[in-house]
């Protein structure tokens, strides 16, 4: 119900006005499609959500694909690095916090970007963003919300916790399971989903999406804008 009605509303924006909330979808920039980057398939079906699909743009000062979209008062920033998965800090951070010299890493030209200058990007602190990444830890069809803390093995998340100097972020988990007999985790989580997986991923990252922004929406929309329930 919140999905249908939020896709009807929701628009693109051109300028701040009011809260703003981060969305960061990990995953490694030229492996889409991968297991690892299924958190950069859901912020792809999160934006289909909030009718911001057309909208994705190359952002050179942060090294990331952005699209801004609102709803129910609240502005939110979707944000793809363009990165590897163990960069993936580094855009997340010049994005939300270079203005306020908190970035702790000079980020590296990789795919065309350039360094971004000193100036504030999107002013953003570390509570105000949310990641998704994959876990291996739950199965395909599994996702859950984990308030802060550490980065449980996850480099995509070691990395945004390194930039941001914080583990404040909230993180969409989305389960992929792990590999069966020989298969190495290094090799599972860089393979495309299998064909069986394939069936169920569309509603896989609908879950998803639907979860992400009804958590966002409950925490952090502004009181009292019309269409909330009490």
Request: proline share 4%; charged share 20%; hydrophobic share 45%.
């Amino acid at each position: 119900m919140l999905a249908a009605e939020l896709a009807g509303r929701a628009r693109p924006l051109v300028s701040r006005a009011g809260p703003r909330v981060m969305v960061a979808g990990l995953g490694n920039y030229g492996l889409r499609g991968t297991r690892h980057s299924v958190g950069m398939a859901v912020l792809d079906r999160l934006a289909r959500q909030l009718a911001v699909a057309e909208g994705w743009r190359a952002d050179r000062r942060c090294c990331a694909d952005v699209a801004l979209a609102a709803a129910r008062g609240l502005e939110l920033l979707l944000l793809k690095p363009r990165r590897l998965m163990n960069l993936n800090g580094l855009s997340v951070a010049s994005a939300a916090l270079q203005g306020q010299g908190l970035v702790s890493l000079s980020p590296p030209h990789f795919l065309g970007c350039i360094s971004v200058s000193k100036a504030e990007i999107y002013n953003l602190c570390p509570e105000d963003i949310y990641l998704v990444h994959d876990d291996l830890d739950k199965a395909l069809g599994k996702v859950a919300i984990k308030l802060g803390g550490s980065a449980r093995g996850h480099n995509g998340v070691r990395s945004c916790i390194s930039a941001l100097r914080s583990n404040e972020m909230t993180r969409l988990r989305v389960g992929i399971g792990r590999p069966e007999s020989e298969v190495t985790v290094s090799s599972y989580v860089l393979a495309p989903f299998s064909a069986g997986e394939q069936e169920r991923l569309e509603q896989v990252l609908a879950q998803a999406a639907t979860c992400l922004l009804e958590h966002i929406l409950r925490r952090r929309a502004p009181a009292g804008e019309p269409g909330d329930r009490g």
